[in-house]
């Protein structure tokens, strides 16, 4: 029996137009998005400059990679549950994490856009700064490191992403290049999971501490600890506070996952396929043992390429889990199913449960940075 692991991909993964093949003609789709730029102060202003061909705020601008990934990612989450999906365990990459902790019960959506936007505000008040993709293991990059140049991100074994300030980042850029390293930029103007970002993390502390949490009803992996999100760090607010500081630990938190239990199917919900390029290299998937599901292209297309991406993976997510998905419908009063899989039952799905992390690393990845019995759950 499959089970399945949703992955909301984060900064970086923002690109113009991302998934508006899908606005206006997947209704529960829509429906989902309104109502969380609804939840937002400026949601009209965000929505003109995702489709706009010339936005008048840069979609790299924190202001708006920020909240229309959390948008996005918790609508695709949120559509991916209508037709059927029940989540086995979510694991969500920087604010994909927050979007994460949304569709997972812990914080409410109106709640939840509140702290995404009240982290926008703190952060669009930061020193600019900037994030490198490195074809290297962290440790092999320790050399390179400086007080204001940290490791904001291991996302495979041979993919790391570093963070600091524009300067120095450029200047370890150009010594890594001048040893033989492959490095990318990623798009953004903001130093994210690094020291810089101090003081967002201590301003942010009470706010989280003033919002009601829920422990988790479906399982989330945290990508700060790579460990299972308890109920007493779903209570912790320095936990959350500090998501801006921490670096992101995906290859750990994925590879806890990915061997715990075999017949894990990983579904990309969010733009590109960037988390799916990382999991397709993981040994359990390239063994068999797994799958990997992407519900969006891997690069803009079009919306005709949006809209076969999605349906293409409805019809693979049908026949992994042996019963045919079915839209259980919109919010109330909203659209009505429609689309190729409108009509069909409803597939389930094992309830929540923990396991421990398992021992991380000891896989091969790819080093390209272009393609940037039943357990219980974990």
């Keep these: 029996m499959t089970v399945t692991m949703v992955m909301f991909p984060g900064q970086g993964s923002q690109h113009p137009r991302m998934a508006w093949g899908l606005y206006g003609s997947e209704p529960r789709f829509t429906a989902a998005l309104d109502e969380v730029l609804a939840a937002f102060d400026d949601g009209d202003a965000m929505r003109r400059d995702w489709l706009s061909d010339d936005p008048r705020v840069p979609l790299d601008h924190v202001t708006r990679s920020q909240p229309l990934l959390f948008a996005l990612d918790y609508a695709l989450g949120r559509t991916l549950m209508d037709y059927g999906v029940r989540p086995w365990v979510m694991l969500g990459h920087s604010i994909g994490e927050m979007a994460a902790s949304v569709l997972g019960g812990v914080f409410t959506l109106r709640d939840g856009a509140r702290l995404v936007q009240e982290r926008i505000r703190l952060l669009a008040e930061a020193p600019p700064g900037g994030m490198l993709a490195v074809s ?19 996302n495979a074994p041979r993919q790391t992403i570093l963070a600091g300030p524009s300067g120095p980042l450029a200047e370890v850029a150009e010594r890594l290049r001048r040893d033989g390293f492959v490095c990318a930029p990623v798009p953004a103007m903001t130093a994210f ?16 501490a003033a919002t009601p949490v829920r422990a988790p009803r479906i399982p989330l992996r945290s990508c700060y600890t790579a460990a299972p999100l308890t109920r007493e760090t779903a209570a912790d607010p320095d936990y959350w506070a500090g998501h801006p500081v921490r670096p992101v630990l995906f290859w750990p938190a994925l590879d806890a996952v990915l061997s715990a239990r075999d017949d894990v199917v990983c579904v990309e919900a969010g733009p590109g396929q960037g988390l799916s390029t990382i999991a397709r290299r993981h ?23 949006d809209r076969a991406a999605f349906d293409a993976a409805l019809e693979r997510l049908s026949a992994l889990s042996s019963t045919a998905l079915s839209a259980t419908g919109p919010t109330a009063g909203g659209p009505t199913a429609t689309g190729p899989t409108a009509g ?27 393609d940037h019995r039943p357990a219980p759950a974990p």
């Design 136 to 154: 290297a293991s962290a440790a092999s990059l320790e050399e390179a490191l400086t007080d204001e140049v940290v490791v904001a991100a291991v």
């Design 193 to 208: 999971h690094s020291p810089m970002l101090a003081g967002v993390a201590s301003a942010a502390v009470d706010g989280f």
């Design 283 to 305: 040994r359990a998937v390239r063994a068999g043992r797994g799958e990997v599901v992407a519900l969006l292209p891997a690069r803009a297309g079009g919306p005709e390429a």
């Design 344 to 370: 069909r039952s409803t597939a389930g799905g094992p309830g929540p449960g923990d396991l421990a992390a398992g021992d991380a690393g000891g896989d091969e990845a790819d080093r390209d940075l272009d």
